[in-house]
């Protein structure tokens, strides 16, 4: 059984570009959220994907945005790219037996030049 | 405001001592609290978590202890090994909710 996949791994970048990451949930999960994880800090949470809708966001501009298929798996994307937006992100995913765990996958190391 | 506060920042521990790691929150809405370990390069994994109802919930060498009046929770690493280090994140959240993480523990285990 295969946990949360995010590709790609790494990603280098400009400022000003866009780039568009993906996730696959783990196989029996409908939820997906997305964490945004600085050097040195704890994961921050960017929005959450149900039924491909986005049901919550956290505190991120709207350059950030998101998309869940009819398989659950989904995408994060981000316009205008920003030094600061330099970071790991992470998508986590949960099912509905047991809606607390959300279990994360290795993350895409994003580097904006 | 929905904090969670992770003390210390960093640990250091001798080879078969006990690591302890505390958190607080303040949002008494949330019901169930994880703890993850990263290794540098990964993504989170989720070590043990409890829920409010319960103070001390034990797996293997890891615990988690609970005092709801106080709002804090602590884990505790026994006999603490070398492949131990690793950064430590509590975290607090509700059903379907987002996760609010602390700022982590970086635990280095001497050998």
């Known amino acids: 059984d295969a946990g949360v996949t995010q590709s790609p791994t790494h990603l280098i970048k400009t400022r000003g570009q866009q780039v568009t990451l993906r996730c696959s949930p783990k196989?029996?999960?409908?939820?997906v959220s997305w964490y945004q994880q600085a050097l040195g800090q704890g994961p921050q949470f960017i929005f959450q994907y149900y039924e491909e809708e986005e049901r919550q966001r956290g505190n991120f501009p709207d350059r950030f945005s998101g998309h869940q298929f009819p398989n659950y798996s989904s995408e994060l994307n981000v316009n205008a790219l920003l030094l600061g937006d330099s970071a790991l992100y992470l998508c986590a995913s949960s099912g509905q037996v047991v809606s607390n765990e959300q279990f994360f996958g290795p993350g895409t190391r994003l580097t904006v030049l | 405001q929905q904090q969670v506060k992770q003390s210390p920042q960093s640990l250091i521990v001798q080879k078969g001592g006990i690591s302890i790691i505390n958190c607080a929150y303040e949002?008494?809405?949330?019901?169930?609290f994880p703890w993850y370990q990263q290794f540098p390069g990964k993504g989170p994994a989720l070590l043990i978590a409890i829920r409010p109802d319960v103070s001390e919930k034990k797996e293997g060498r890891f615990t988690i202890s609970f005092n709801k009046s106080a709002k804090q929770f602590s884990l505790h690493i026994m006999d603490s090994q070398p492949g131990d280090s690793a950064t430590y994140f509590c975290?607090?959240?509700?059903?379907?909710?987002?996760?609010?993480f602390g700022k982590g523990t970086r635990l280095h285990i001497l050998p």
């Open positions: 196989s029996g999960h409908d939820t």
């Open positions: 949002n008494t809405a949330f019901d169930y």
């Open positions: 975290a607090a959240t509700r059903s379907r909710d987002k996760i609010i």
